[in-house]
């Protein structure tokens, strides 16, 4: 990380901790440039998150970060997978946390949601003076909605969590304006204690190529998609859409880079759909080839389903497509279309042959699609990446831990 040098030792002798349910570091990208931005000015950072494919090492240190992973027996799908998934995340926070603490103290524990149960461990340490940092990357009532489509006992549960956590917290870190304003008036937290830093993709990672044409499969044209699969994303929606360009022209290609808990029932649905040729799936691979793949693509997509819970959430693929130049098919959601602006074409929401209308526009206009990918990086060079958003982290920091 390039901070300016006053900054480069602002929070030295500060511990903090930061504490990931869902995901490992440092593959969850945002989480892992927070705590490298922090670390590069000068805090000691540690980190507890779960053991996933590719990153098993109980213990790791990366760039002078601290990483404890804990199992994680189940990545749950429904009721009982929930609840063990969680229980256990639970149990092995609180345990490492105490081990970390007792190692060195920390004064701060950041907790980034899905779910909204750390605070359960934050709340022990708060007597020794620890403040609670709540960084929100997911509305977990809306996700219920959207995972379940409708509302009931567990979300109601959701609620209260969101509740609770709100009222732990000492601060909270907002990744857009929507999420802002759910903290404020849904969190009751003053809006002072509140502070937006969105997932700015950094463009040290981010960098342009001309890829490879390996991805192609011998084929004209390929939509790239990189993100989570699971039943909010779209990706159904993604293959219809794919159905029928296939049927106009046989000249395409779609790459979808990602894991999640829909992966294998979204490739059974391919081969059901008679797609298999024209549709690879990469799974959750390296930073190296995912860059590769996305600089190969001609257009990449975003078929996040018109829910609530997409509608006010910033997805960090549209600013890892417009890193690289990419023009943008997505539907018409509140902040897809803060983020992407004129780098995107937007279908009406749950209108899939409009979907696959303006991937086709795009595919056929290369002028069209050199002028939205310049207009992306511009808007994310000039405003967006993680360059100008971890000036406010540090800001942001510097109140929690009443340096300024």
């Given at each position: 990380m390039n901070q300016v040098n006053s900054d480069n030792f602002v929070f030295k002798g500060r511990h903090i901790l930061i504490i990931v349910e869902n995901l490992p570091l440092p593959f969850d990208r945002r989480v892992w440039q927070e705590a490298s931005t922090l670390k590069s000015c000068g805090a000691e950072v540690s980190v507890i998150c779960p053991r996933m494919k590719g990153y098993t090492k109980k213990f790791e240190e990366i760039n002078g970060i601290k990483i404890y992973r804990h199992p994680l027996p189940t990545e749950g799908k429904a009721g009982l997978g929930y609840l063990i998934e969680y229980t256990t995340a639970v149990f092995w926070e609180f345990v490492l946390s105490w081990k970390i603490f007792i190692k060195k103290r920390f004064q701060v524990i950041q907790g980034c949601n899905p779910p909204d149960l750390i605070f359960l461990t934050a709340l022990f340490f708060k007597p020794f003076g620890v403040k609670y940092v709540f960084d929100h990357h997911d509305i977990n009532p809306e996700l219920y909605i959207a995972k379940f489509g409708k509302k009931g006992f567990f979300y109601r549960m959701m609620v209260m969590l969101e509740r609770l956590t709100?009222?732990?917290?000492?601060?909270?870190?907002?990744?857009?304006?929507?999420?802002?304003?759910?903290?404020?008036?849904?969190?009751?937290?003053?809006?002072?204690k509140v502070t937006i830093v969105r997932s700015g993709p950094s463009l040290e990672r981010l960098k342009i190529t001309g890829g490879h044409k390996k991805y192609r499969k011998g084929r004209k044209y390929l939509v790239g998609y990189v993100g989570v699969i699971g039943e909010q994303e779209g990706l159904d929606l993604l293959l219809r859409a794919a159905g029928m360009l296939i049927e106009r022209t046989p000249d395409i290609q779609f790459a979808i880079v990602g894991g999640g808990t829909d992966l294998e029932k979204i490739r059974q649905l391919s081969v059901s759909m008679g797609l298999q040729e024209h549709v690879d799936?990469?799974?959750?691979?390296?930073?190296e080839i995912l860059v590769e793949?996305?600089?190969?693509?001609d257009v990449c997509v975003n078929p996040d389903k018109p829910?609530?819970?997409?509608?006010?959430?910033?997805?960090?693929?549209?600013?890892?497509?417009?890193?690289?130049?990419?023009p943008i098919v997505q539907f018409d959601l509140k902040e897809g279309r803060f983020s992407a602006q004129e780098a995107s074409l937007y279908a009406e929401n749950n209108n899939v042959?409009?979907?696959?209308?303006?991937?086709?526009?795009?595919?056929?206009?290369?002028?069209?699609?050199?002028?939205?990918?310049?207009?992306?990086?511009?808007?994310?060079?000039?405003?967006?990446?993680?360059?100008?958003?971890?000036?406010?982290?540090?800001?942001f920091y510097k109140k929690v831990l009443k340096m300024e």
């Open positions: 709100f009222a732990t917290a000492n601060y909270s870190i907002a990744t857009n304006g929507s999420y802002k304003e759910i903290a404020v008036k849904r969190g009751k937290m003053k809006p002072e799936f990469y799974g959750r691979v390296s930073d793949v996305l600089n190969t693509a829910t609530e819970m997409n509608n006010l959430s910033t997805m960090n693929k549209i600013m890892e497509y417009m890193a690289l130049k990419k042959r409009d979907f696959a209308d303006k991937i086709m526009w795009l595919l056929e206009n290369e002028d069209e699609r050199k002028k939205m990918g310049d207009f992306a990086y511009n808007r994310v060079r000039n405003e967006l990446s993680w360059e100008h958003e971890s000036k406010k982290l540090i800001g």
